[in-house]
């Protein structure tokens, strides 16, 4: 993470979005991201995410809104000149070339005509789509428009960059590709705000993430701090379980199918397990393996949209009765 | 400046990513080339080599100059442009908001730093370019072939670019509105020619409305001839003491009675229509005038004395009137005073309401586009 002078990018408050006075999307979002970060925003669906995108790019009215993008408040058209955006599920102008068409978008976001020339054929090429730059986007494949589509998010060389699903329906090759690329923004002190179901997409770039569900950010921060309750140690042995461990109340016992044991030890150091070794060494246990084991993001989601008392997975979808009130845990 | 520049540009290229625009300026040079073909002379018309005696057509009933004229206002723009174009250019252009506003499209162009209310008119104006082009290149080959053909160097023609694209954008408006509202082309399209008709059929209610006025006030002024002339006759009799006099006195006095008494029916009868006819021409005044719109052009490049003067003109009103009181009206003098009638409303009541219906309905789509969610 490249945090400089503490600047937050995108620095929502009370972020509140009721449709047509019954369909409460977004009920009072707080969120913040930081300069030079990949941010990930996660959600089931219905949660509201892509409504927090449009609503950052004008593209949604909020019913109520606080903060700032970029510095600005948010809804300043001019500043959306150094803000790129790949929407989920786009559709370019068929009748354009995919050149034409990042220099339309180009044009739109006021890059003058030289630099749009460039950088439309510097980023078709960073995408590898420069073999089908003159190709009409309607003989694309979606792959292929998801390319282009997030060479029109970068044509006006942004300062931060939203994308909503940027590898959906992209093949692993190019989702690698893509990850690269962003890889590099973020080298370059880009920021990055990426909306994605792929939780493992997402835990391999994203620097910081937010679980939004219901309309409400129930988690928010970096990975390591979300799961940091949840790390801890696995060390398998050959047979039964010593009684000393299944009498300690720090180590779980875990009887394994297949003749094994597993002693589960809360905690991300290693020094607290280096006596638990030692004995079992005396012991002349045989030690099969040892791993330190955290949350996935997968895990972490999951745990953000179950139910904390009931252990139901919480119904997608946003809430319809506006004065409902939903999970506030924020990390 | 550079936005506008790149949605016009972008704006072309979808027209030339339409085959309908290509076939409609193909159909556009058929009708010029038609013009080409055409001429008249002393015994009528002359196709491409060819001389038809046409009796009612040729050049000693209107010159050379006022039938090109004629045939290029009514032909090529009452008939071609202001109907068959436009009716292909409605079909060009009502999918130009719906499919703008499709969600996938929209988030690309609200998202960069142009207003919505300046993308909305801006968008407006591309969508009026497909009939500019067209009616520019019609109108120009029309000058052209007008000039070369029947030596009538008219730049008047030229004036209908600007009423043709005019005429289309009341139309127009009331398409932006509808595809914003319903988000359908097909919707749009269809309540678009629906609302045309209405307009038409308001238009031509109070054009019938007024020719059935004129048709009246032709009787009244008619039949005031006559009493007048009966009592110019009653007066010469009056000092006659003879009976046959005496005998035709009375009966004269007895028509007189008779026509007095239809001429205060009829003007009763004419008070009621042109009431109707403020009537008609008030709901008239809210709508765009999509006909009288087109015949300003006619009103601006064909003066009234050229055209063929009616050929009874010079007969008395009274003998429209019989002895027995039958009235025969003069259709060529109605058509005369009807043109003359419509002539007489101003330009700025022709355009400024038929652009102020167009304000209102752009204000309206305006509004709904600005402050919609996508």
Redesign the interface.
Known sequence: MATTNGEYVIDLHHVEKIYRGKVHALRGVEMQVHRGEIFGLLGPNGAGKSTLVKIMMTVVRPTRIGGTLLGRPIGHKPTLRRVGYLPEDHRFPRYLTGRQALEFYAALAKVDRRTRKRRAAELLTTVGMSDWADKKVSTYSKGMLQRVGLAQALVNDPQLVLLDEPTDGVDPVGRREIRDVLVELRRRGTTIFLNSHLLSELEMVCDRVAILVQGKVVMQGTIDDLTAQSRRYEITIQGAAPDWAQGDPSIRVEVLSDGQSKLIVQGSEPGPMQPILDRLRRESRIICAMEPVRETLEDLFMRAVTDPETGQVLQPGARRNAGARGRGKET | M??T???F??AY??L??RKLFWITLILSGVVVVSFALIGINEQGLRLIMWDVPVPFLNTTVMSEETFYKTLFVELGIGFWLAWLATILALISTASIFPEFI??????????????RLRLFLTKYATGLLFVGLQVAIFSVASFLVLGLKGGAWEPGILLAVPLVVVFFSYLFSICVLLGLATRSTIAALLLTLLIWFLIFSVHATESGILAFKLLTEQKVTALESRISSYEGTLQGLGKDANEPSQRRAASIRHRLEDRRSEVTDTKATLRKIEIAHRAALGVKTVLPKTTETIALLERWLIDLAELPAPANNDDSTIERLAESGAFTPDPEQLQLDAVEAIRGRSVGWVLGTSLAFEAGLLALAGGLFC?R??
């Open positions: 550079m936005q520049v790149a949605i540009l972008d290229r979808e030339n990513a499709s969600s996938g499209s929209i988030d690309l162009v609200l998202s960069k730093p142009i207003g402050r969610d996508y």
